[in-house]
């Protein structure tokens, strides 16, 4: 697999660190060379988090050079148009299009942007999906992240058992088969 | 058998790192970036004795008497927390080491989450201690087993300097195993240890002779790695993330990668300098290292083309290199900008710091701020905070400005704010001081903010955190504190009992000396507060924003069939039920579901 730079931007308390580990012991189980980065600053309180994830044969830095960017995971779609400035031309944008109001929108100062995946899609290969609603029918909202990286998964050079040896060694027991199921809505659609 | 290999941030990777060297004790205050290091060695180090101590200056101290008794011991803190720990590592690196001596700081070029940019390398030096700057996690981890012997080996106290970025980065790193060790015990040479003259005056010439000989050392130390290019124009000489981030750009050049990044090895550099025709450094924050060089004689070029703040990332060196005529085509072209609504961070859900502060922005007072959660409220919506310097800060600040004022009779009621992690960290020596020259007509309240845990770090353990944690080891009894260190005036409010509170707290806004008032909610967040959620009856709320005042993430006006006004919602999987919203509502239109 050539390098693979993977962008994940979302909201404080979204389990972004989580996801990032996630992506990284899958990648180091295929053999590949990895770095990320994980939020740096104030991780939990609502504010804007991201990270990034550089997969391939030799990486040095963890961090992804301007316009160098292949994949964005936005956990949140105000979040993924903000980052999306670090996207190679045609990259994937995959988006949670569930929706998290921002202080400045809920004091009615500023609207939340209505035309997100419009302006996406005229630069980018975006697909989208309600992975929260999709992971409350699968049993909890916490899944949505993995329906995320499953729906990634096809883009990446990782076989699904290792896909699946690292959701068993990451994620709280209880709720193990929750991910799996997830993992694969995402990865079958 | 095969070494095993693993994917580990900076911070776990120091943690493992200290487990493989034979660590027996670490101490450490909470702080961002280091904070995991101790996080990891609770997760899943049973060998090794673990604290969060009360300070980084306690955390620095028991560190500093495992080493005595002859035990390796490390100290782990934000950059900043090394300001708090300088009286004693100040005098400590004057002492022999025994057990082998770690101090790891973790720097912040960028500010990700902190009030300074201070570069702790000129402290190492400033201390007398030797420096390592990994540029990856297996260099986290190897540099602390290296900081260990070397530490004993030289009888030299090391520091780890580490940054944000690296901290919270991770790459694969190869275990090994814990080398068991004993500890001699302390039965050392009283000159050696007590840090008062005649002893101190020969342990300047000792320190010095250490450096000297960790200079000569570091000639041919195998942390410091020189990569010889095609091109003899230039040699650029680094350290830590900044090597990376260069390597990235895939140039042809010879690189100087330093490991140790004090002392240097100056005569190495000497030799070097002579077969380039140009030699640059590049570096984060200040000049240290170009300094040095400096100082030395050896001539060469750096924040001439690189910033003094912030990170250097692969883009910022490729510019400097540029502006430096290194290389003549800029590779990589700016980000697409992308303008958006802007994202704070604001407090949690049924977080106990909204009532407290709604109640203060319309109190309309002067607050003076301190470090923690409830420095959100310095930001918009709620811009309540005048001031924020750095922990404990508050009371001393309180009192400073309140006679000031008074003294030429434009005093006013004046609030400070404080939670308990930060009160017992360096608020309590203010608190006592307020004691002093207390007159009428100095009006001033103290709110403490006691939520039972560092709760911006993540949740850390405070000394009052017992209240709320029956499983916690420290149960310092708050109100009893305060009245046994001899204020009278202490009140104690339910914050969520919104009006009883506004009541308590403008009351002692009003009287006209010196107030306390602490409150007793714990963090939501920390002790997973969840209670059934509140929801709004569209048909009672006259959408007169109360609510969404508070700022509770939740709440939002939104339209709903058959009303052509905006109403309040609350999102029903967010809402915590602290009830907040529902008293601060004048029409009684939000309530508690079933
Ligand atoms: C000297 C120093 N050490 C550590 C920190 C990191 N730090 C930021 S906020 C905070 C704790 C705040 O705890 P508390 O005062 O109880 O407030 P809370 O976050 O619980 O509201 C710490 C330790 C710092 N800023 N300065
Ligand atoms: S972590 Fe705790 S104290 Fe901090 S904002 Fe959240 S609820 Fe409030
Ligand atoms: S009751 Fe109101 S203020 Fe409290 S958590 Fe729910 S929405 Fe927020
Ligand atoms: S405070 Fe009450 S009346 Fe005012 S907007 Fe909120 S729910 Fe409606």
Same mark, same amino acid.
């Given at each position: ?28 189980? $295929? ?99 309600? $992975? ?58 | 058998?095969? @070494? ?17 060297? =034979? ?8 702080? %961002? ?137 991770? %790459? ?17 040479? +009283? ?9 101190? /005056? ?28 095609? #091109? &003899? ?9 900044? /090597?990376?981030?260069? *390597? ?29 025709? *140009? ?22 070029? =750096? ?47 049924? !977080? ?21 959660? /409830?420095?959100?409220?310095? +930001? ?21 400005? @309140? ?7 434009? =005093? ?8 308990? =992690? ?26 403490? +903010?006691?939520?039972?845990? @560092? ?25 009893? +504190?305060? #009245? ?26 009003? /009287? ?28 009672? !709320? ?6 969404? &005042?508070?700022? !509770? ?42």
């Amino acid at each position: 697999m050539i390098n693979k730079n993977i962008i994940l931007a979302g909201v404080g308390g979204q389990g972004l660190v989580l996801t990032t580990k996630l992506i990284c012991e899958a990648a180091l189980k $295929a053999g590949y060379d990895v770095k990320s980065n994980d939020v740096i600053g104030l991780a939990q309180r609502g504010g804007r988090v991201w990270g990034s994830v550089r997969i391939g044969k030799k990486v040095y830095s963890p961090n992804i050079p301007p316009k160098s960017g292949d994949i964005l995971l936005a956990l949140e779609p105000l979040e993924g148009l903000r980052w999306s400035g670090i996207l190679k031309e045609k990259a994937k944008v995959i988006i949670n299009i569930s929706k998290i109001p921002p202080a400045h929108v809920m004091a009615e100062k500023e609207k939340y942007p209505g035309d997100i995946e419009e302006r996406l899609s005229k630069k980018y290969d975006v697909i989208t999906i309600n $992975a929260t609603d999709e992971g409350k029918l699968l049993g909890t909202p916490k899944v949505a992240n993995t329906i995320l990286v499953g729906i990634m998964a096809k883009y990446l050079d990782i076989p699904m058992d290792i896909w699946e040896e690292a959701i068993k060694e990451n994620v709280p027991s209880k709720y193990i088969d929750t991910n799996m199921k997830a993992f694969k809505k995402g990865y079958d659609m | 058998m095969k @070494t095993k290999e693993v994917v580990l941030t900076g911070n776990q990777a120091i943690a493992r790192g200290f487990y493989e060297a =034979g660590g027996l004790v670490a101490a450490s205050y909470p702080g %961002s970036p280091t904070v995991d290091i101790m996080e990891s060695i609770k997760r899943n180090y049973d060998e090794i004795y673990s604290e969060f101590s009360t300070n980084e200056k306690v955390a620095l101290e028991v560190a500093i008497g495992a080493s005595f008794a002859g035990a390796r011991a490390m100290a782990s803190m934000k950059h900043v927390g090394v300001n708090i720990a300088a009286d004693p590592l100040m005098t400590f690196t004057q002492t022999k080491i025994n057990g082998g001596f770690l101090l790891v700081t973790g720097d912040d070029p960028g500010m990700s989450s902190s009030q300074n940019e201070q570069d702790n390398r000129i402290i190492g030096k400033f201390a007398n201690m030797a420096i390592l700057d990994p540029s990856n996690s297996q260099e986290a981890k190897d540099f602390t087993k290296i900081a260990f012997s070397l530490s004993e080996e030289y009888s030299t106290p090391f520091m780890l300097r580490i940054t944000s970025r690296l901290c919270h980065s991770r %790459s694969k790193v190869k275990l090994e195993k814990r080398e068991e060790r004993d500890i001699t015990g302390f039965n050392g040479d +009283l000159s050696d240890y007590c840090m008062v003259p005649p002893n101190t /005056y020969k342990k300047q010439y000792v320190m010095k002779d250490r450096i000297e000989k960790l200079k000569q050392a570091a000639e041919n130390m195998d942390i410091n790695i020189l990569e010889e290019g095609n #091109n &003899k124009d230039v040699l650029i000489i680094t350290s830590g993330l900044v /090597y990376n981030n260069l *390597k990235e750009l895939g140039l042809d050049i010879s690189i100087y990668k330093l490991g140790m990044v004090y002392p240097l090895p100056i005569e190495k550099i000497k030799q070097l300098a002579k077969e380039y025709s *140009k030699v640059i450094v590049i570096e984060e924050m200040m000049p240290f290292i170009e300094n040095e060089l400096k100082i030395n004689g050896i001539d060469c070029e =750096g924040k001439k083309y690189f910033s003094f703040t912030g990170e250097l990332s692969t883009e910022d060196i490729e510019k400097g290199l540029f502006s430096a005529g290194v290389i003549d085509k800029l590779k990589y072209k700016e980000n697409d900008e992308v303008k958006t609504v802007q994202r704070l961070p604001m407090f949690c859900s049924g !977080c106990p710091h909204r009532p407290v502060f709604d109640i203060l922005k319309k109190s309309r007072k002067k607050v003076i701020g301190d470090i923690g959660c /409830y420095s959100l409220a310095a +930001l918009y919506p709620l811009e309540v905070l005048d001031t924020i310097i750095s922990m404990g800060a508050s009371i001393g600040i309180l009192k400073g400005m @309140t006679k000031a004022l008074n003294m030429k009779d434009k =005093g006013e009621p004046l609030v400070a704010v404080i939670g308990d =992690g930060t009160f017992f960290h360096s608020g309590m020596p203010g608190m006592v001081n307020m004691l002093h020259q207390m007159e009428d007509g100095e009006n001033m309240t103290i709110i403490i +903010l006691n939520n039972g845990t @560092t709760a911006m770090t993540g949740g850390q353990h405070t000394a009052s955190s017992g209240s709320y944690a029956e499983e916690d080891d420290m149960n310092v009894n708050m109100v009893k +504190l305060i #009245n046994s260190m001899g204020f009278d005036r202490v009140k104690v409010v339910d914050q969520f009992k919104y009006k009883e509170a506004k009541n308590i707290i403008n009351e002692e806004i009003k /009287y006209p000396g010196l107030s306390i008032v602490i409150t007793t909610r714990p963090c939501a967040l920390k002790f997973k507060i969840k209670e059934t959620h509140f929801y709004v009856d569209p048909k009672i !709320c006259i959408g007169c924003r109360s609510c969404v &005042k508070t700022n !509770c993430p939740p709440i939002l006006m939104k339209e709903y069939e058959g009303f052509d006004k905006l109403k309040s919602s609350i999102n029903s999987d967010m809402c915590v039920g602290c009830s907040v919203c529902a008293q601060v509502c004048p029409v009684g239109a939000i309530k508690r579901s079933e």
